[in-house]
């Protein structure tokens, strides 16, 4: 059991609808269900009564929900006690996927910094930045969402997208050779499609639009096993192997880059937010974003002219 599944709990239960709920905490819908569902087979009972008119609080739902609101605001008060106790509150620090392995080492001596457990995709924590909920996010963000949300940035990190194929060919494929998954879901997959959209109509990849989650994980191995033509991957499945039966291809033609920002906002000007942007930030290596053979989106912040 999580601390972020109770407030998920707590949400549903004022709402009593599971989209409202999930428009409020800036998650995706199927997200918010399965946080649920697991949280119920940690309590071992049901918390909720749902079909497709209605959700209800089940008696045992009712019974909890107040002990519920009193762990959660019990550990918002913890965290509050522990910040005047310090004389100075946490830098609060969201992410969607991905930290620096060397976050910690990096920020200990700078910043003390809470690192806020409500994953959430990248416009979602730019949003949460922007309304003073986070000091600092790790996320993908465009230059005009810079400034139409008044922040700063700085590069943090990169990845290198690759192909996932059917077989056992794993010589280099060009762009123009692949396909992109869009998924029907703007709420949690905003920022990659239009990635995807702008890489499919700059390279000539080819666009195939789903509406099950398959960005990611076994998804998107059995998309790639029924495309039968090389899928470009995504940063959320960076790092997952693929199934025995796919093989991981070289994208060359161009080779495309992910940025991962650190983003603050531009009135934000304390010393220990600063502190920890220069921590994070420093000596990061963009050398292979400035390869003549390297792609990002027009309004990446790090494209060079």
């Not at 080819?206 to 998309?223: E, L, Q, Y």
Request: with cysteine; aromatic share 6%.
């Amino acid at each position: 059991m999580e601390l972020r599944q109770l407030r998920y709990f707590l949400a549903v239960a004022e709402e009593l609808n599971f989209r409202s709920a999930a428009e409020s905490l800036r998650i995706a819908g199927p997200s918010l269900s399965q946080q649920i569902k697991a949280l119920e087979r940690d309590l071992g009972v049901r918390l909720f009564d749902r079909d497709r008119r209605s959700v209800k609080l089940t008696p045992v739902g009712v019974a909890l929900l107040a002990q519920a609101r009193k762990v959660v605001e019990g550990a918002e008060e913890l965290h509050r006690t522990a910040a005047q106790l310090s004389g100075a509150a946490p830098v609060r620090l969201g992410y969607v996927n991905w930290l620096p392995p060397d976050l910690e080492r990096r920020l200990s001596a700078v910043s003390r910094v809470h690192v806020d457990t409500w994953v959430a995709p990248s416009h979602a924590q730019a949003a949460r930045v922007a309304d003073h909920s986070l000091d600092l996010a790790v996320c993908w963000i465009q230059g005009a969402d810079l400034e139409r949300r008044g922040l700063d940035a700085r590069l943090l990190g990169m990845d290198r997208l690759y192909a996932v194929a059917a077989g056992e060919d794993d010589t280099p494929i060009a762009a123009a050779d692949t396909c992109v998954l869009l998924d029907r879901d703007e709420t949690s997959w905003a920022s990659w499609n239009v990635f995807a959209r702008e890489l499919c109509q700059a390279t000539g990849a080819k666009p195939v639009r789903i509406a099950n989650g398959g960005i990611t994980g076994s998804a998107f191995f059995d998309h790639v096993r029924r495309i039968r033509r090389p899928v470009l991957n995504s940063p959320k499945g960076q790092t997952t192997p693929p199934a025995p039966d796919l093989t991981r291809r070289e994208v060359v033609e161009p080779k495309i880059y992910w940025t991962w920002s650190l983003v603050w906002r531009r009135d934000d000007q304390r010393s220990a937010v600063l502190a920890a942007v220069e921590a994070l930030a420093a000596g990061v290596d963009d050398q292979a974003l400035r390869a003549p053979d390297a792609w990002l989106p027009a309004d990446d912040p790090y494209r060079l002219p």
